[in-house]
């Protein structure tokens, strides 16, 4: 079977993406096949693209870590049949028509939920989730931060967490993004262009700074961050959207007994899926119930994946961006 696809060429700039015609992928044992609704875009595939992904894949590849969808074959997978809807994370293939997933990945399709707002759920909600509990052990009552607030993973991050009762300080860099992070809960939205972070946080906290730091831009960020957390905080590092790796000085987390983690939604599940996974139930029930939400910010055509990636680099997009085959 033949089908739609974009193929990473070669490393580069977002118009290294071709929109090609290709064989449909084979499912291996274990594997089901799955008719693609919508595929969700994540920052990683950008730099899986740019080629600075540690372990990222060579091209040509089809990028695309989660899609949403219907089983297109499950010959042997008992579990499902033909026409289930259904949410996958795949290792990549996801910028397609047709792609295979591993059935002990698939996740539930939540009721009423659109096939973009699907897409949109399994790698930023259980990338925050994460980050915010279990490697974060946020708590009602504390403070945290979160940077790149009106994100992917920022919109989902700042709704768990005040939910959960914290109270939250977001990071963006414009104002329309500051005013969505506040409406879906962020109590101290920051424009980080106008006024530093740190200063905010020490108005408001007098000088305590947050217990939690939710950090994905590395770089100077990083650092300031660390400023920002109070004495016993806890920092969790899960991305280097500006490319700058940072680093932490050990004399200064002793010092003021400051803790840093990192966190990896694939690593993690691979090493120990139950981690991660098990907040799934959770989540599914709070997207049904309407306590939380996949904010879709933009769709694009598939045969637009080039467009995509440009318009989440350019830091013109709020919330979740997918494509649409
Ligand atoms: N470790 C994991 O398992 C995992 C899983 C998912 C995502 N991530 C990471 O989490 C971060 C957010 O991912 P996402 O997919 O939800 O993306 P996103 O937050 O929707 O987009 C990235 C945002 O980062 C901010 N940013 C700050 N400096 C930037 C720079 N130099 N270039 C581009 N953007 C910059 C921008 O917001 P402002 O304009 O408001 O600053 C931008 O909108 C990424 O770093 C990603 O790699 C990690």
Redesign the pocket.
């Known amino acids: 079977m033949r089908m739609r696809a974009i193929e990473v060429t070669e490393y580069g700039e977002s118009d290294v993406l071709e929109y090609v015609e290709r064989d449909a992928p084979d499912t291996d044992e274990g594997e089901v096949l799955i008719e693609v609704e919508a595929a969700g875009i994540?920052?990683?595939d950008i730099?899986q693209r740019r080629g600075v992904y540690p372990d990222g894949p060579e091209p040509p590849y089809v990028p695309g870590m989660e899609v949403s969808g219907t089983v297109a074959e499950a010959d042997d997978v008992a579990a499902y049949s033909e026409g289930d809807r259904v949410v996958a994370m795949v290792d990549r293939g996801g910028y397609a028509e047709y792609a295979v997933a591993d059935a002990r990945t698939l996740l539930p399709f939540p009721d009423g939920l659109s096939a973009s707002e699907a897409a949109g759920f399994p790698?930023?909600f259980l990338?925050a989730h994460s980050c915010l509990f279990e490697w974060g052990g946020l708590e009602e009552g504390e403070r945290v931060l979160v940077q790149?607030a009106?994100?992917?993973?920022?919109t989902a991050a700042v709704q768990l967490a005040s939910n959960t009762g914290a109270e939250v300080f977001g990071?963006?860099?414009?104002p329309e993004?500051l005013e969505h992070a506040a409406a879906h809960g962020c109590d101290h939205p920051i424009n980080y262009e106008e006024t530093d972070f740190r200063d905010v946080i020490d108005d408001k906290t007098d000088g305590e700074g947050v217990d939690l730091v939710l950090e994905?831009?590395g770089g100077d960020v990083f650092d300031r961050s660390l400023d920002a957390l109070g004495h016993f905080g806890t920092l969790v590092t899960?991305?280097?959207?500006?490319?700058m790796p940072a680093k932490a000085s050990n004399q200064r987390l002793l010092f003021e007994n400051k803790t840093v983690k990192g966190?990896?939604?694939?690593q993690a599940s691979r090493h120990d899926p139950t981690k991660v996974m098990k907040a799934v139930p959770d989540l599914t029930d709070g997207l049904e119930s309407g306590e939380l939400e996949v904010v879709v910010g933009e769709e694009f055509a598939l045969e637009d994946a080039g467009d995509a990636h440009a318009f989440?680099?350019d830091?013109d997009?709020i919330g979740k961006v997918v494509l649409r085959p």
């Open positions: 994540n920052f990683a730099m790698v930023q990338t790149a009106a994100g992917g993973v920022g990071t963006a860099s414009a993004k994905s831009v899960y991305g280097v959207a500006s490319g966190f990896h939604l694939g989440i680099e830091r997009s």
